[in-house]
């Protein structure tokens, strides 16, 4: 019988709220269900909110009863708040949040480089924003509780799973005991420990780093701006590397690299933690400042992940389908785009707009996506970490020649997480003008934000189906064009006809007129009079037609849901 603890997580800043468990006993008959999601993370929750805003209910399964212990995860980029954005949390996350742009590296007490990430009047979030975990997790939950659609339990610890066909028999354990639950299709977004993928003897593929990083959360009042600082080779660490960032609340993140043999509990032993993070402020010039611990953790770099995602009817997301370093950003920012992806591929698989072998295009997306970024991460955590002496002699070697030579203070850009293009989906159109272009996102490219007007910006007016922002030359839609739309929508296609204009207030035909008086959105997506981009659900870009024409419309139409 499950028992999950009912005392409230210590936190000197973050007030844990002890939720009441989900019974069997206080609830009626469970029939079938469309999706069933084990893990009540970041990734799990935006994966039902995602669900949820296609039409698809689902079961969220939380086996503890008060969110994850600690900070965590702590950078968000404009990309996952862009997705944030669609599943209505946002909002709320800019106003605690703590916007910047701007990262240092520090050698020798010498600031050898400075990142500065591109931020202008196009783009409604900055290029990262800081907040705690638990923080993001209780704006998700108030937003799945708010939904009709999704069935959240607290205190539901998933045991097993059998497959059947056309489903999954999920065994659940509760406070008073188990219960059985079927499901079409189960959603393993169970974490990097995924007790799913070791019930399927599933394996990771790639590598794992040795070196070991402390992460220590403390409140303490230190006079820097709200950036990235990076310290390498630091006299007190010799040869390693200590990250800093501002959190809300008077905290800050001490992140630093462990001398090799040290075990992880030799390294959170108070003393210990006190000692480094002692001589981490006296380095910066705060000898005996006053701070308090809330929260401290060990990680080391990992770059693995599952050769499939999709499993017959169960699906893996998250870190339980990848394992990625935090260097750059990457673990719960690419869960996000994860998340994303599985909710509209499932979704229409789900209300029988596209055939179940979707779900295979989810699968091949995600992997490519995991490993590009296992390859760019695999850069900065050599970097971070050297993982032999012969990175190390590199690495060292740079840092020598940083604190003289210009040209070599580019190779400590960090790599910041970015989202996947999908250049090579098998939803990207075939019957499109993409090689003619001369700008503009390219196929499988994530959207470019466009401010149109004061506060109205291209991509808060997509996502949730297909949608085809067509630049309109006259004050109504071609009939022809408007023909192709209707086909499109009587065959069950979700599909909004967004009409651009910079001098015409409503164009007639069109779901939506968006006004765009400076022509931005002509300029950011290299089109003329004419011509269209077609957005996949989760606002990736499937076509583009310098003229568009009903016939190739439809095609793509087709050719983006697999039929």
Request: charged fraction near 20%; charge should be neutral.
């Amino acid at each position: 019988m499950h028992q999950p603890s009912q005392q409230a997580r210590p936190s000197i800043y973050y007030n844990y709220q002890v939720f009441k468990p989900w019974l069997p006993s206080q609830n009626g008959p469970q029939g079938k269900k469309k999706a069933v999601i084990v893990g009540a993370g970041p990734a799990g929750m935006v994966t039902a909110l995602e669900l949820a805003r296609h039409g698809v209910a689902s079961v969220v399964l939380a086996a503890d009863l008060q969110f994850s212990q600690g900070s965590r995860a702590i950078v968000f980029t404009r990309r996952s708040m862009e997705i944030l954005q669609q599943v209505g949390v946002a909002h709320r996350i800019t106003e605690n949040g703590l916007p910047w742009r701007c990262g240092n590296s520090i050698y020798r007490g010498q600031k050898v480089f400075r990142m500065e990430t591109p931020h202008d009047s196009d783009d409604r979030f900055f290029p990262m924003i800081n907040i705690q975990q638990q923080y993001l997790e209780e704006y998700l939950h108030d937003a799945c509780k708010a939904h009709p659609l999704i069935d959240f339990r607290w205190g539901n610890k998933w045991v097993q799973a059998e497959q059947f066909e056309g489903g999954v028999k999920a065994h659940v354990d509760t406070p008073e005991g188990p219960y059985a639950l079927e499901t079409e299709w189960l959603i393993a977004a169970d974490g990097g420990r995924s007790e799913v993928r070791s019930h399927m003897n599933l394996k990771l593929e790639g590598a794992s780093f040795e070196t070991i990083f402390v992460i220590a959360d403390i409140r303490i009042d230190l006079p820097y701006p709200t950036e990235r600082l990076a310290f390498f080779d630091p006299d007190w660490n010799r040869g390693n590397t200590i990250l800093m960032h501002r959190e809300p609340h008077g905290i800050w993140r001490v992140d630093y690299q462990l001398p090799p043999g040290e075990t992880p509990e030799e390294a959170l032993r108070p003393e210990s933690l006190k000692q480094r993070i002692d001589a981490q402020l006296k380095m910066i010039g705060f000898e005996g400042k006053t701070w308090e611990m809330d929260w401290s953790s060990v990680y080391s770099a990992r770059t693995l992940t599952l050769p499939n995602y999709v499993h017959d009817r169960i699906v893996f997301t998250g870190d339980a389908a990848h394992l990625l370093p935090i260097f750059g950003v990457r673990g719960a920012n690419t869960a996000f785009q994860d998340a994303q992806s599985l909710g509209w591929h499932l979704a229409y698989v789900l209300k029988g707009i596209a055939p179940e072998k979707l779900m295979t295009n989810h699968s091949q997306e995600r992997i490519e996506a995991a490993r590009e970024i296992i390859t760019e991460a695999g850069k900065s955590t050599r970097f971070m970490a050297p993982p032999s002496h012969g990175f190390r002699l590199l690495r060292d070697a740079v840092l020598s020649l940083s604190l003289t030579e210009e040209f070599v203070r580019p190779l400590y850009h960090w790599r910041t997480s970015r989202p996947h293009e999908y250049k090579h989906s098998a939803l990207n159109s075939m019957s499109d003008d993409n090689a003619k272009f001369t700008g503009g996102p390219t196929l499988g490219a994530p959207p470019q934000n466009v401010q149109l007007k004061s506060d109205d910006f291209l991509l808060d007016h997509l996502g949730g189906g297909f949608d085809l922002v067509y630049v309109a030359p006259h004050e109504s839609i071609p009939p022809d064009l408007l023909k192709a739309v209707e086909v499109a929508k009587n065959k069950g296609l979700p599909l909004k006809l967004l009409a651009i204009t910079h001098d015409h207030a409503h164009i007639k035909g069109a779901d939506q007129t968006l006004f765009d008086p400076q022509q931005r959105f002509q300029l950011r997506y290299a089109l003329a009079a004419g011509g269209a981009y077609l957005f996949r659900p989760d606002q990736h870009v499937c076509a583009r037609w310098l003229q568009v024409d009903a016939t190739r419309l439809l095609s793509s139409l087709q050719h983006a849901v697999l039929q």
